[in-house]
């Protein structure tokens, strides 16, 4: 005859933890998901087991505001998908426009949109180093970044009048011509510069607990990077040459040599290391051009109203994050029927559910942080 | 390849039958030593030899080359595209919901990571209550997330879609945005 407390007192037999999954939203408003992003995470305990983006939070229908504008006036549009890259995004835009009217832009033109390009490179890349350490715990980064990214903006404030949302480029050149201390000023910066990435190297790539978080974590193989449609410094982490700038010259690119950063691990640390060096080819690339601007105008006339021919026309660009492609399906009228952006952040959101299952929530955090979320570029 | 391989390649996957019955008939014939017309059997080009009912190709308006497939086909199609040791577009780098006004489509832009070629697929229909396509998810897995934003804003369904739902929109959102025939008077600004 038992006791009552043997009754209950568990044996070998009748203990049952039963591993129980639950919903956690993260985000919204979560700090590493800079912006605003709600990630649905099924979690066993610590260990992910699905993770499923819900978008849309800042989604402003860019594609169907393009619809009514002119051409002139989607330019502008495009600064407030990826602001990071916002000169990039414009000189899509143009290209395509450009391509359209079969319209052959002055030399001048194509090397202070690589140059200006390339620096917006570098200032997206400081400020993805920054928020990177931060997100996993080094707050310190965040300040050095942010101090190096500063001056380009100031080389920025100088030339185009604005910091971020820059409007450089219109259809037909740019908006006027580069300010007197450019080329000084980048000069300056790319001497500084060059100091400051080994002190990044220092600071942060060689931590041993940074290491121990990134190797080995998030692991993409270059099949899936391609099968994802994934693309910049994470397709290139993962050993998938996919370089529009390599593959695709536009502008002044194909006068420049430069190497494709790639890494083959596929891990958080190589998608890492591959914007590290990227920084290292940008500046080589500000180097080859910026003391060969070649005189000459800085637009062509183009007609007050721009009507493109009837006909279907695509222009993909390397923004900070990868492939940019505009689609513009054109009637001949001065709007554009149809306008599609293929960003760069919407592919490469869709593969966190393949590499983030199976790791921890701490983990999931870091990995995001090396996919080099915008999030308005998701949403557009 | 170039376009014209490419078209030729593509074109000899959905042969016309009436050429193959017209070839067959030509054989037969030639019992009765009749050179000449040999000669033509072997003329016959690859475009002529493409079902016109079943795809049909273009170059115009586009700098890429077009196919425009019929529904029931695309994914046959796109399975070929992908696992043809000869094309193989293993690269889905953009993928767009259209409404041409009265027909409802999705463009397909494909490369070759390997030749680096590219094409560009085409899919329409006139049914606008209840567009429907296959799915090209289990080819290339971007396409998951692109196919589900093209429900949100074109309402086209997906035939064996793993998870179909609205991506952007909230789930009570009525109508479909991004149609030509889409009307808010509150939000959106005509001019």
């Given at each position: 005859?038992?006791?009552?407390?043997?009754?209950?007192?568990?044996?070998?037999?009748?203990?049952?933890?039963?591993?129980?999954?639950?919903?956690?939203?993260?985000?919204?408003?979560?700090?590493?998901?800079?912006?605003?992003?709600?990630?649905?995470?099924?979690?066993?305990?610590?260990?992910?087991?699905?993770?499923?983006?819900?978008?849309?939070?800042?989604?402003?229908?860019?594609?169907?505001?393009?619809?009514?504008?002119?051409?002139?006036?989607?330019?502008?549009?495009?600064?407030?998908?990826?602001?990071?890259?916002?000169?990039?995004?414009?000189?899509?835009?143009?290209?395509?426009?450009?391509?359209?009217?079969?319209?052959?832009?002055?030399?001048?033109?194509?090397?202070?949109?690589?140059?200006?390009?390339?620096?917006?490179?570098?200032?997206?890349?400081?400020?993805?180093?920054?928020?990177?350490?931060?997100?996993?715990?080094?707050?310190?980064?965040?300040?050095?970044?942010?101090?190096?990214?500063?001056?380009?903006?100031?080389?920025?404030?100088?030339?185009?009048?604005?910091?971020?949302?820059?409007?450089?480029?219109?259809?037909?050149?740019?908006?006027?011509?580069?300010?007197?201390?450019?080329?000084?000023?980048?000069?300056?910066?790319?001497?500084?510069?060059?100091?400051?990435?080994p002190e990044y190297d220092r600071l942060l790539t060689g931590n041993i607990i940074f290491q121990k978080r990134m190797k080995g974590v998030g692991i993409l193989s270059k099949e899936d990077a391609i099968s994802f449609g994934a693309s910049g410094p994470v397709a290139r982490g993962s050993g998938y040459s996919c370089d529009v700038r390599k593959h695709h010259p536009y502008s002044a690119l194909d006068k420049v040599t430069f190497n494709e950063a790639l890494k083959t691990e596929g891990d958080s640390l190589a998608r890492y290391q591959v914007r590290i060096q990227e920084m290292w080819e940008s500046l080589s690339i500000i180097e080859q051009l910026i003391d060969n601007i070649p005189e000459g105008d800085y637009k062509v006339a183009t007609n007050t109203v721009i009507k493109l021919p009837k006909g279907e026309y695509y222009q993909k660009v390397e923004t900070a994050r990868g492939e940019l492609g505009?689609?513009?399906?054109?009637?001949?009228?001065?709007?554009?029927?149809?306008?599609?952006?293929?960003?760069?952040?919407?592919?490469?959101?869709?593969?966190?559910?393949?590499?983030?299952?199976?790791?921890?929530?701490?983990?999931?955090?870091?990995?995001?942080?090396?996919?080099?979320?915008?999030?308005?570029?998701?949403?557009? | 390849?170039?376009?014209?391989?490419?078209?030729?390649?593509?074109?000899?996957?959905?042969?016309?039958?009436?050429?193959?019955?017209?070839?067959?008939?030509?054989?037969?014939?030639?019992?009765?030593?009749?050179?000449?017309?040999?000669?033509?059997?072997?003329?016959?080009?690859?475009?002529?030899?493409?079902?016109?009912?079943?795809?049909?190709?273009?170059?115009?308006?586009?700098?890429?080359?077009?196919?425009?497939?019929?529904?029931?086909?695309?994914?046959?199609?796109?399975?070929?595209?992908?696992?043809?040791?000869?094309?193989?577009?293993?690269?889905?780098?953009?993928?767009?919901?259209?409404?041409?006004?009265?027909?409802?489509?999705?463009?397909?832009?494909?490369?070759?990571?390997?030749?680096?070629?590219?094409?560009?697929?085409?899919?329409?229909?006139?049914?606008?209550?209840?567009?429907?396509?296959?799915?090209?998810?289990?080819?290339?897995?971007?396409?998951?997330?692109?196919?589900?934003?093209?429900?949100?804003?074109?309402?086209?369904?997906?035939?064996?879609?793993?998870?179909?739902?609205?991506?952007?929109?909230?789930?009570?959102?009525?109508?479909?945005?991004?149609?030509?025939?889409?009307?808010?008077?509150?939000?959106?600004?005509?001019?």
């Amino acid at each position: 005859m038992k006791t009552e407390a043997e009754k209950i007192a568990p044996t070998a037999t009748n203990i049952n933890f039963k591993s129980e999954e639950y919903f956690v939203n993260m985000g919204p408003q979560h700090p590493a998901t800079h912006g605003v992003l709600r990630l649905l995470l099924t979690i066993d305990g610590e260990i992910i087991k699905k993770v499923e983006p819900d978008l849309g939070y800042i989604h402003r229908s860019i594609e169907k505001m393009c619809e009514r504008n002119s051409y002139q006036q989607i330019v502008h549009l495009t600064d407030r998908m990826d602001y990071l890259s916002s000169h990039i995004n414009n000189e899509a835009v143009c290209l395509t426009v450009e391509k359209a009217l079969q319209l052959e832009v002055p030399d001048r033109v194509k090397v202070i949109r690589t140059i200006i390009g390339e620096l917006t490179r570098i200032a997206s890349h400081c400020l993805w180093w920054g928020v990177m350490g931060m997100d996993v715990g080094a707050l310190t980064t965040y300040f050095y970044g942010f101090r190096d990214r500063e001056m380009i903006n100031d080389i920025f404030e100088e030339t185009c009048g604005a910091r971020l949302t820059m409007n450089y480029n219109i259809p037909g050149g740019l908006m006027w011509d580069i300010h007197p201390n450019f080329v000084k000023r980048t000069k300056e910066f790319v001497a500084h510069f060059k100091t400051k990435i080994p002190e990044y190297d220092r600071l942060l790539t060689g931590n041993i607990i940074f290491q121990k978080r990134m190797k080995g974590v998030g692991i993409l193989s270059k099949e899936d990077a391609i099968s994802f449609g994934a693309s910049g410094p994470v397709a290139r982490g993962s050993g998938y040459s996919c370089d529009v700038r390599k593959h695709h010259p536009y502008s002044a690119l194909d006068k420049v040599t430069f190497n494709e950063a790639l890494k083959t691990e596929g891990d958080s640390l190589a998608r890492y290391q591959v914007r590290i060096q990227e920084m290292w080819e940008s500046l080589s690339i500000i180097e080859q051009l910026i003391d060969n601007i070649p005189e000459g105008d800085y637009k062509v006339a183009t007609n007050t109203v721009i009507k493109l021919p009837k006909g279907e026309y695509y222009q993909k660009v390397e923004t900070a994050r990868g492939e940019l492609g505009v689609y513009i399906v054109s009637t001949g009228t001065k709007n554009p029927y149809r306008v599609k952006f293929r960003s760069p952040g919407f592919s490469n959101i869709s593969l966190l559910n393949h590499i983030a299952v199976g790791g921890k929530i701490g983990d999931l955090v870091a990995t995001m942080a090396t996919l080099d979320i915008v999030v308005p570029d998701i949403d557009r | 390849m170039n376009n014209n391989e490419l078209q030729e390649l593509i074109g000899s996957w959905f042969p016309n039958p009436e050429v193959t019955i017209a070839s067959v008939v030509v054989e037969e014939n030639q019992e009765s030593s009749d050179l000449s017309t040999e000669k033509n059997v072997e003329k016959i080009t690859a475009k002529e030899g493409i079902n016109p009912s079943l795809l049909s190709f273009t170059e115009e308006d586009s700098e890429f080359l077009t196919i425009l497939v019929k529904p029931e086909h695309l994914h046959s199609l796109m399975k070929q595209l992908k696992n043809n040791p000869k094309t193989q577009f293993d690269y889905l780098y953009c993928l767009t919901g259209m409404d041409w006004g009265k027909e409802l489509g999705v463009v397909y832009h494909l490369e070759s990571t390997v030749y680096r070629h590219q094409l560009v697929v085409k899919v329409n229909t006139e049914d606008r209550e209840n567009p429907v396509f296959d799915s090209v998810c289990d080819i290339w897995k971007t396409a998951e997330f692109h196919e589900r934003e093209v429900f949100d804003f074109f309402g086209i369904k997906f035939n064996n879609h793993p998870n179909l739902k609205y991506l952007f929109l909230t789930e009570e959102w009525e109508g479909y945005p991004l149609r030509k025939d889409y009307v808010d008077e509150v939000n959106m600004v005509i001019k």
